[in-house]
C-alpha cells in the first residue's frame, strides 16, 4: 500500500504567540517551529499500518526550504521519501489543495492520510477539500483506522460521540488526536533519514497555483484578561453578573 501523507510546518504550540508590527501575520522570528501535531499523528499512523509490511510512505510539504527539516523528521519516523514544493504564495486552504492534488493524481497513492487541521490557520478545510477535488470518499477526525484488503474502516469523532464508516480505496482520511502517540526519532535514524530520497518540486511543476482570493486584512491579540474580584455573598455575585457584566437578565 502506497500512503501520502501531507505535513505542514506550523509554531509549536508552546510557543508565545505574538502579532507583528504591520498587524498582518504573527511575528515568526525566534518562534519554535514542528511539524503540526496533527499531521505527525498521521506520519505515526501510516507507519502502523504499514507495520513493516510492503508499502511505501510519502510525505510532502509545500512552502520552501524552510520545511526541510520537518521532513527530515518524518523520514527519520519512518517514512520512505519526501517531496518539498516551493511557492511563494501565501498558504492557505485554496492555495494548498489544488497542489496536494496534483501530487496525488502524480504518485497516485491508495491512501491520502493527513491531520485535521494545522494548528496556526486552524481552518480544517484541505482534506475535504481535497477529496472533493479527487472524488475520492472522506473520513475525517479518525480516532481508529484499519485496513483489511482494499477496504478502510475508520471510527470517527462527531458532535454526537463517535460513528464509524468504511470505504473502499483510494480515499483520504484526516486524524484527530486521541489516534495515537506520534514516535521520537532515534539517533541512527535521524542520520539515515539525510540518505533517503528527497525531491524538490515548485508549484510551476504541478501546474501553477494563482492566490488565494481570500486576503487577511488585520490581526489583533485576544484582549488581556481582567483582574478578578472577591465578592461578600450570593446576592453580590448575582447583582453583579446582572447590572455590570449584563449576563443575566
Known amino acids: 500500500m502506497k500512503i501520502l501523507v501531507p505535513i505542514a510546518r506550523t509554531e509549536d504550540y508552546n510557543a508565545r504567540i505574538v502579532v507583528n508590527k504591520a498587524g498582518d501575520d504573527i511575528e515568526r522570528g525566534g518562534v519554535a517551529m514542528v511539524i503540526n501535531p496533527f499531521d505527525e499523528i498521521a506520519v505515526e499512523e501510516a507507519l502502523r499500518l504499514l507495520d513493516g509490511g510492503e508499502g511505501e510512505i510519502v510525505v510532502v510539504a509545500i512552502g520552501g526550504d524552510e520545511a526541510a527539516p520537518e521532513l527530515r523528521r518524518a523520514l527519520a519516523m519512518g517514512a520512505h521519501r519526501a517531496i518539498q514544493i516551493n511557492t511563494e504564495v501565501k498558504l492557505m486552504p485554496e492555495v494548498v489543495t489544488p497542489l496536494l492534488a496534483a501530487v496525488a493524481e502524480r504518485e497516485q497513492p491508495d491512501l491520502v492520510l493527513m491531520g485535521k487541521q494545522s494548528i496556526d490557520g486552524d481552518s480544517g478545510q484541505v482534506a475535504q477539500r481535497l477529496a472533493h477535488r479527487l472524488d475520492w470518499p472522506q473520513a475525517t477526525f479518525a480516532y481508529e483506522v484499519s485496513v483489511e484488503g482494499g477496504t478502510v474502516t475508520v471510527g470517527c469523532e462527531v458532535d454526537g460521540g463517535t460513528e464509524t464508516v468504511a470505504f473502499d480505496l483510494p480515499g483520504v482520511i484526516s486524524t484527530d488526536l486521541r489516534l495515537n502517540e506520534p514516535r521520537l526519532p532515534k539517533l541512527p535514524d535521524i542520520m539515515k533519514a539525510k540518505k533517503k530520497p528527497y525531491e524538490v518540486l515548485t508549484d510551476a511543476d504541478l501546474g501553477g497555483v494563482e492566490e488565494s482570493p481570500i486576503k487577511v ?33
Open 217 to 249: 486584512l488585520s490581526l489583533s491579540p485576544p484582549p488581556e484578561r481582567q483582574a478578578g474580584q472577591i465578592v461578600a455573598d450570593v446576592d453580590t455575585l448575582i447583582a453583579k453578573l446582572r447590572d455590570e457584566a449584563k449576563v443575566l437578565a
